[in-house]
Structure formats: structure tokens, C-alpha cells
């Protein structure tokens, strides 16, 4: 499953399992790395699944939420428990998985570091020196930091980790004053270029459907979808914190 490996690619600071499923915790940088990941058999009913979701989460501090394939039988099982489209998480409930191949081409100017710079890690946690969390899930597993310099300034940055064949692109940002000028392209082509000698084949992203942008460019490069999934999340009172 393609998701799998996506979340290979995108290490939260603690996972847990029930069953198949598996439940992360991240202090809350990213739905992706703060969720369960309902994939397979959990093992176990699945209002006892959801209940488990629900105590890990209360146990951690996050909102109880699944991650679940869109237009799946399991979206209307959880539907009936009482589960209802996460749409609070307003930059990606809903989500585009797409696969294409790897980029090449001019790379104006981009290169991939083995460290990530001050500036990388601006422009895609939103701090020169963030906390543990972003540090750990964007630093965690065969990652290339990519960044574009003008005049000096980060213009841009994008995370490429891989994980077996495969090239996951994450955190692609420009600087608004920087944009059209090519460097997401550009970035995009040297990411592909790393990940070539690191042995990947294919390159794999997960974008928010309201996207429009950044999915306008991965299809410009080639990139289809393969499937969407969805994040839901307990309906008032169907996930309550049990009494310590």
C-alpha cells in the first residue's frame, strides 16, 4: 500500500499499533504525523479501534483523528460510529495522492544538501531553530534538504525523502517575491536527480485538494493521481476522555 510508505517517509516522534493500524503522535506538527493511519486489520472491532484512537489521543494531548482512503467501506463504517469529515484541519482534510515519474531537468540554480541550512528550515517549519518535533519528522529517514539561494536569500526549499523506489516530496515552498521564475520546477529537478542515485524510480506527493497551485505544477511534471484519502474525527460526545 502506497500509504505506507508515504508514512515511511514521515516519522512521527512516537507510533503505536493496533493491529495494523497505527497511531502517531508528533506534538501536533502535521495531521500526517498526529493521526491513525487506518490501514489493514485493527486487530479488533471497530468501535474498540476508534476508542483506542480516542484514548491515545487524549493521552498525547492531540485530537482524535483516522486517516482513511476516501470512497472506502471503512469511511462508512466509521461514518455510522459516529465519525465525521475533519474539515477543522482546514489546509488538507481532504487529500490527492500522486505518482509520477522522477524530474529532470535545469535545476535554476537548486541544489540538495545533506544538512539542512537555517533558511531551509524557515521556509519549512516556519523557524530558523524549531522544536523537536518539525526537527524530527522532516530530519528522520534518507532525506534531501533542497534549497535555491538569489541574491543571498533562501527563495526556496523542499524536502525529498526515499523510501525504497520511491522520491516523497514534502514542504515545497518560493517566496512570494521569488515566484515565477521557475525555482519550483527547478527544485523539483534537482530532488529527482538525488533521488536517482539514492535508487528511487518514481516520485510520490500527497497535496491538499484545495491546492490548486501546486497540483497545477506536479501535473505539469507528469504527476497522476493514484488515490485520496480524508481525515475524520469523533462527532460531539462519540469521543469523550474517560475519567482518570
Not at 512570494?176 to 539514492?198: S, T, V
Not at 505544477?217 to 474517560?242: F, I, K, N
Request: glycine share 12%; net charge negative.
Amino acid at each position: 500500500m502506497l500509504e505506507l510508505t508515504c508514512s515511511r517517509a514521515w516519522t512521527p516522534l512516537l507510533e503505536s499499533r493496533i493491529g495494523d493500524w497505527r497511531l502517531r503522535w508528533a506534538d501536533g506538527f502535521t495531521a500526517r504525523a498526529n493521526s491513525a493511519l487506518a490501514i489493514g486489520d485493527p486487530g479488533k472491532p471497530l468501535p474498540d479501534a476508534l476508542r483506542a484512537v480516542c484514548d491515545f489521543a487524549h493521552d498525547h494531548a492531540i485530537p482524535p483523528v483516522v486517516q482513511v482512503i476516501q470512497d472506502t467501506s471503512l469511511e462508512d463504517a466509521i461514518a455510522a460510529c459516529g465519525w465525521v469529515h475533519y474539515v477543522e484541519h482546514r489546509p488538507a482534510h481532504e487529500v490527492r495522492v500522486l505518482t509520477g515519474p522522477l524530474s529532470r531537468g535545469t535545476s535554476a540554480g537548486a541544489v540538495v544538501l545533506d544538512e539542512p541550512t537555517s533558511g531551509w528550515w524557515e521556509m519549512t517549519a516556519g523557524g530558523a531553530d524549531p522544536a523537536e518535533a518539525p526537527r524530527h519528522v522532516l530530519g528522520t529517514g534518507k532525506v534531501g534538504f533542497g534549497v535555491v539561494e538569489v541574491d543571498g536569500v533562501t527563495a526556496g526549499a523542499v524536502r525529498g525523502a526515499v523510501v525504497d523506489e520511491w522520491l516523497h516530496i514534502a514542504r515545497l515552498e518560493v517566496r512570494p517575491e521569488f515566484r515565477r521564475r521557475g525555482l519550483a520546477r527547478g527544485m523539483m529537478n534537482a530532488a529527482g536527480g538525488w533521488a536517482a542515485a539514492q535508487g528511487a524510480t518514481g516520485v510520490v506527493l500527497q497535496v491538499a485538494v484545495a491546492n490548486s497551485g501546486a497540483l497545477k505544477l506536479y501535473e505539469s511534471l507528469g504527476c497522476t493521481e493514484h488515490h485520496r484519502y480524508r481525515y475524520w474525527a469523533p462527532a460531539p460526545g462519540a469521543c469523550e476522555d474517560r475519567p482518570s
